[in-house]
């Protein structure tokens, strides 16, 4: 499972953007969103660095978190 801080996540459409652009990566993948947080928690089989690639490429930079 992978935990990223997303800071400029800020409301639903960014979420949604964010999980399309994992399930790009990873069709099955499960995505969880938290807005207050601003941290996306993925659990995928993916690797770590094509998630967190996407997601810079749909335009949210993000950092990895300790699980
Ligand atoms: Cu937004």
Redesign the pocket.
């Known amino acids: 499972m992978l935990k990223l801080k997303v800071p400029e996540m800020?409301?639903g459409?960014?979420v949604s953007t964010i999980e399309k652009a994992v399930r790009s990566v990873d069709p099955t993948a499960r995505v969880a969103a938290d807005l207050g947080l601003s941290t996306v928690t993925v659990e995928t089989k993916a690797d770590e660095i094509a998630i967190r690639n996407v997601i810079r490429s749909a335009g949210y930079d993000n950092e990895p978190l300790a699980a």
Request: glycine content about 0%; charged content about 0%; aromatic content about 0%.
């Open positions: 800020s409301c459409h960014c």
